[in-house]
Every structure is written in structure tokens, then in C-alpha cells.
């Protein structure tokens, strides 16, 4: 079966801080993945997704970046950290008609 | 992408009573699917519905896509504590080799024991 997962759980960076969160997935190859954003009590934000091994698309331009150096790894990244960067941040894949599957999500707090 | 109104934003309800969650698209959709999100937790795939008029059921748990396509409900019956946590409609659209979803802001369900 397929798995996702997705590291750290939490994490409190400084503003200006670098930042990087991975995500990997188990079980399937060549896997659409995505990552979104959730504010405190707000709805999902697609960020980036990615349809293969380089290849990145994003939605909303952003103090982020995302990188696929492997077929099942996404990371998401930062070169300095802004206050609002902070959010849930959510790792996801799946082909979009038959439902995505998430990772359990990191915590970031910018201080 | 397609863009999706969810309401109520709230609701609170005593244990035991229906709640229903409303999805609701000026455009016609191609597929409506639902997510629930645990407090703390990540949002987890429940169904999709794609055909018109469709109705699916998970055991106290209604889907419905509307005739015209452009609405969804989602309606549990009789509300335990467990159902606590926050209700998102998606729409998956394509585009650039991908599929990507747009979430709707989600009803947060509280359920008072």
C-alpha cells in the first residue's frame, strides 16, 4: 500500500531563517505530489505541485520553493523565512480524480 | 481552477442532532469530492461523485451532487463527538499534464456531548 511521509511534525524557526521540509512517498512511482498551506483556521492553499522528477508548477508567487530530486521525494523550501510563512504545511499525492492522500502535515512557526 | 463556496463556516451542534455541509459552484463541476480534517490532524479523502443527481452513502454519512452539477451537500445523521472536526468539498481540475484540487474553506463541525 501507499505511504506518505512527511517530516518534521513541528518546527519554530527565526525570521530569516532557511527552511526545509521533506516529504517521500512509499509504494507507488511517478506519483503527483503536491504541497499546500493551511493558515491558522483557514482552508487549503495549493503552494507547488509536481508531475515528475524536476519538474515543479507553481500557483502563488511566494518566499518558497520546491524542488523533486528524486521521482518519490518533494521538498519544500526557503532561503529566509518570512512571519508569514507560518502555517500548517501539507504534502500530498494522488491523481486528482480518485482523491489525494496527505501527509500528516509540519507545524511551522516563524518567531 | 474552479472555485467552490462552502457554508456554514460553523456549526455547532448538540450529539445526536443532523448537521449538513454545503458546497455550492456558479460554474458546472466535473467531480466534487469530500475531506474531513481532525482537529490537529490532516484532511482524509471520504468520496468523490461525479455524476449527476449521484447519492453515496458511508454508513451515517450522505453525499449528494446536485442535478445541474454546480452543488454538493453532505449530511450526517444523528452527530456522535467523533464526527468533530472540519468538512472541505474539493474540485479536482486539469491542467499542465497534472490534476490539482481547490479546497473550499471547510464547515467546522463541534459536536456538544
Known amino acids: 500500500s501507499q505511504t506518505i511521509h512527511q517530516w518534521p511534525a513541528t518546527l519554530v524557526q527565526p525570521v530569516g531563517s532557511p527552511l526545509s521540509l521533506e516529504c517521500t512517498v512509499e509504494?507507488?512511482?511517478?506519483?503527483?505530489l503536491y504541497w499546500y498551506r493551511q493558515a491558522a483556521g483557514r482552508g487549503l492553499q495549493l503552494l507547488f505541485y509536481s508531475v515528475g522528477i524536476g519538474q515543479i508548477s507553481s500557483e502563488v508567487p511566494q518566499n518558497l520553493s520546491a524542488s523533486r530530486p528524486q521521482d518519490r521525494q518533494f521538498i519544500l523550501s526557503s532561503k529566509k523565512l518570512l512571519l508569514s510563512d507560518s502555517g500548517f504545511y501539507l504534502c500530498?499525492?494522488?491523481?486528482?480524480?480518485?482523491?489525494?492522500?496527505f501527509g500528516s502535515g509540519t507545524r511551522l512557526t516563524v518567531v | 481552477g474552479q472555485q467552490v463556496m462552502q457554508i456554514p463556516q460553523y456549526q455547532h451542534v448538540q450529539e445526536g442532532e443532523d448537521f449538513t455541509t454545503y458546497c455550492n459552484s456558479s460554474t458546472t463541476l466535473s467531480n466534487i469530492q469530500w475531506y474531513k480534517q481532525r482537529p490537529g490532524g490532516h484532511p482524509v479523502f471520504l468520496i468523490q461523485?461525479?455524476?449527476?443527481?449521484e447519492v453515496k452513502k458511508q454508513k451515517r454519512l450522505t453525499f449528494q451532487f446536485g442535478e445541474a452539477k454546480k452543488n454538493s451537500s453532505l449530511h450526517i445523521t444523528a452527530t456522535q463527538t467523533t464526527d468533530v472536526g472540519t468538512y472541505f468539498c474539493?474540485?479536482?481540475?486539469?491542467?499542465?499534464?497534472?490534476?490539482?484540487?481547490?479546497f473550499g474553506k471547510g464547515t467546522k463541525l463541534s459536536v456538544i456531548p
Open positions: 461523485l461525479v455524476k449527476s443527481g
Open positions: 509504494g507507488t512511482s511517478n506519483p503527483n
Open positions: 500530498a499525492w494522488g491523481q486528482g480524480f480518485y482523491g489525494y492522500t
Open positions: 474539493a474540485v479536482a481540475y486539469s491542467g499542465a499534464g497534472s490534476y490539482q484540487l481547490t
